[in-house]
């Protein structure tokens, strides 16, 4: 994939529709470290909410522990393999793939500390496959912009 142009992202029917504020956002290079930040923000979000007493019992009747995880940890997935800076797309997709898993790690021992809270090697499980799947389909799908071929 590391020959195919950004043009080509445009020429999918599809995707000739994306507004070009939302391919700016999510694939500019020069807004990687904007998503970068908004990744962290996001994590911050999730580990602030997470401590929060019974905020998940609240959420159980709209969404279950699977789909919060897997909906989470694939969107941090998205924004740091778009943020990031690496030369390939296997790079990116590897060094994503383990910055998630060590933010679902970090997510669930920082849990084991709260009396209201447990760690659950079973969220940690469903946080690294959504960062795989997503970091995969990604890799597999997401043009390598220009200046990272050069």
């Not at 956002?25 to 996001?42: E, G, H, N, V, W």
């Not at 699977?66 to 740091?80: K, N, P, R």
């Not at 778009?82 to 590897?94: E, L």
Request: net charge positive.
């Amino acid at each position: 994939m590391g020959g195919v142009d950004v043009l080509w992202w445009r020429r999918l029917s599809l995707l000739s529709t994306m507004p070009s504020i939302l391919f700016r956002l999510f694939l500019d290079p020069k807004l990687r470290r904007a998503r970068m930040l908004c990744a962290l923000s996001i994590y911050a979000l999730i580990l602030l909410l997470g401590a929060i007493p019974g905020a998940r019992q609240e959420l159980a009747p709209y969404a279950s522990g699977v789909l919060l995880h897997a909906a989470a940890y694939g969107v941090l997935t998205f924004i740091i393999y778009t943020g990031s800076a690496a030369a390939t797309a296997r790079q990116r997709a590897i060094n994503t793939v383990l910055i998630v898993m060590a933010m679902g790690a970090l997510d669930e021992s920082m849990q084991s500390f709260l009396s209201y809270r447990r760690a659950a090697l079973g969220d940690w499980f469903i946080d690294c496959t959504a960062a795989v799947v997503t970091a995969a389909l990604l890799w597999a799908f997401l043009p390598v912009p220009a200046e990272a071929r050069d």
